[in-house]
């Protein structure tokens, strides 16, 4: 089975800080991905990744940024955090090839920023 | 843009009772299509996927979904409900003419069961 672990299941910080979210994949996938989850908006993709190295903007970006430097680990930093970005964030990695692969969910983290 | 729209945000049924889960995407290339659940502070399961080798597609704890090419429909079905099927669910659907592995989801149904 694949195993999609995140750091921490819950985290609360302050306004300004820098936070960082792991997240790592323990089935060589190539694809890995970042979301956030909030009531009635369902989820939004912050980034993605393809390849080590490698990244792009998903549909909210802002605020955020990634780092892969290995293929089995993919971070999600906030590199000032801001009350608006209180919410759940889950991580999913997916194989390439045939687009009718899954993506594979960790627990989530919920993040609260004071 | 392409999407994918579920139908109802709250949904409640008696225990023993049908489930049914509405789901629509909007390409006339039908996409690879998923169901998911998730469960009180988890992440996301994957219940089922339709990858166009059968149209009724059965996945875990019981649910099945059926294809509807003429509909653009993928409706997430339950003979019986059971408390244990208290959950949020997430239609999304990988339109691979992007050229992409995106997900893109429903705004998801919230299912509730009453005893």
């Known amino acids: 089975d694949v195993k999609v672990t995140q750091s921490s299941r819950y985290l609360v910080k302050r306004t300004g800080e820098k936070v960082f979210l792991e997240c790592v994949q323990d089935?060589?996938?190539?694809?890995m991905f970042w979301y956030r989850q909030d009531p009635g908006l369902g989820l939004r993709l912050i980034y993605f990744s393809y390849d080590v190295k490698m990244k792009e903007k998903g549909d909210i970006p802002e605020g955020y940024s990634v780092s892969r430097e290995k293929k089995e680990r993919f971070s999600l930093i906030l590199e000032s955090a801001s009350t608006n970005q209180t919410s759940m964030y889950l991580c999913?990695?997916?194989?390439?090839?045939?687009?009718?692969?899954?993506?594979?969910f960790g627990d989530g983290t919920r993040l609260s920023i004071l | 843009a392409q999407s994918v729209t579920q139908l109802g945000s709250h949904v409640s049924v008696s225990e023993g009772a049908l489930v049914l889960l509405r789901c629509n995407y909007s390409s006339s290339v039908p996409p690879y299509l998923f169901w998911y659940v998730q469960y009180p502070n988890q992440g996301l399961q994957l219940l089922l996927k339709y990858t166009s080798a059968a149209t009724l597609v059965k996945g875990i704890n019981g649910f099945e979904a059926e294809f509807k090419k003429s509909e653009t429909s993928f409706h997430l079905t339950k003979p019986s409900a059971h408390m244990s099927d208290a959950a949020e669910y997430f239609c999304?659907?990988?339109?691979?003419?992007?050229?992409?592995?995106?997900?893109?989801f429903g705004k998801g149904t919230k299912l509730s069961v009453i005893p």
């Open positions: 999304a659907a990988i339109y691979s003419g992007a050229g992409s592995y995106q997900l893109t």
């Open positions: 999913a990695s997916s194989l390439q090839g045939a687009h009718n692969q899954p993506q594979h």
């Open positions: 089935m060589d996938h190539e694809n």
